[in-house]
């Protein structure tokens, strides 16, 4: 059972080594709807997690027809044209001794960006 554990933490740190130690950097908390229209090529690109940025909630309506990750980063296939809402919770962290990155930054090529919460 303590060897289950164990092996069980090994692998959920192993997942996560990608992402920034918290306690080193300040970090900005953002809960946003953003509106994007998907472009002639059908495909809606959305950052995934790094070291500058945490997705930690993720919705799109309407629903995609897939998911696919590649070295351009993650892509959402729709058809071109269709206008899709993404409500997004994330933590934005400072690095190289600039600020946390806006919501409007963390979401490139949205027509609109607002937040669900107050700051």
């Known amino acids: 059972m303590l060897a289950a554990c164990a092996l069980a933490a090994i692998a959920a740190m192993a997942a996560c080594s990608h992402l920034p130690i918290e306690a080193a950097q300040g970090h900005r908390d953002h809960e946003v709807v ?6 002639a090529d059908g ?5 995934t997690s790094d070291r500058s940025l945490r997705i930690d909630a993720l919705e ?6 897939g998911e696919r990750f590649d ?3 993650r892509w959402f296939p729709y058809a071109p044209g269709t206008r899709v809402a993404v409500r997004m919770r994330f933590r934005a962290f400072a ?5 946390p990155c806006p919501r409007e930054r963390a979401l490139p090529g949205a027509l609109r960006v607002r937040p669900t919460s107050p700051p």
């Open 71 to 73: 070295a351009g980063g």
């Open 43 to 47: 495909r809606l690109g959305l950052p």
């Open 95 to 99: 690095g190289d001794g600039a600020a």
């Open 60 to 65: 799109l309506s309407p629903a995609p027809t």
């Open 34 to 39: 953003a509106e994007f229209v998907v472009p």
